[in-house]
């Protein structure tokens, strides 16, 4: 799919739906990777100079926003290795052999009714992608403004007990 079929999916979608949530590794590939702001930073990409116009994280934030649902988006992204998470888990492993100094992830991103990026997932049991695995397996939620919090991994990580069990027996 293209960003334009997704932002018109979101266009097209009933007013009274409050979160859209897209498949796996349909929007871009490793040679369109983007970089997300971390979650707790609470930015708005839509909203964010940061982002230029044309760029898919600020159109989905803009989208989101525009719209006022939560969208879940499934999205190749890099970090400038080494980056938070590798940090704040004391990641032994050095930083990716590739020559651009990037870390790759397949990514669940999540962007509230404000366009803010809320919740991010790096996947972390691949199959055959050729993206960075994260040191440790994380249990992401998010909580929404109507009383759900939702539990969020990507494909493969369903036949696992980290993240997918874990998240069901935390209550997310």
């Not at 409050?18 to 708005?44: C, G, H, Q, R, Y």
């Not at 890099?78 to 050095?94: G, L, W």
């Not at 691949?126 to 539990?151: H, Q």
Request: hydrophobic fraction near 35%.
């Amino acid at each position: 799919m293209t960003l334009g079929e997704y932002l018109k999916i979101m266009n097209d979608a009933p007013s009274t739906l409050d979160i859209i949530i897209f498949p796996e590794m349909t929007l871009n590939s490793m040679s369109e990777a983007v970089e997300t702001p971390e979650p707790k930073d609470n930015i708005s990409p839509c909203d964010s100079n940061n982002y230029p116009a044309d760029n898919l994280v600020k159109q989905i934030s803009c989208s989101a926003k525009n719209h006022k649902r939560y969208v879940v988006v499934n999205i190749v992204t890099k970090a400038q290795c080494p980056d938070q998470d590798m940090i704040e888990n004391e990641d032994p492993r050095k930083c990716s052999d590739r020559k651009d100094g990037f870390s790759y992830y397949n990514t669940n991103a999540v962007f509230d009714r404000n366009g803010t990026l809320i919740s991010r997932y790096r996947k972390f049991n691949l199959f055959g992608e050729s993206v960075d695995k994260p040191y440790k397996p994380a249990l992401v939620t998010f909580e929404t403004d109507f009383g759900i919090k939702f539990g969020h991994f990507v494909c493969f990580d369903l036949m696992f007990r980290y993240p997918a069990l874990e998240i069901v027996r935390a209550g997310g």
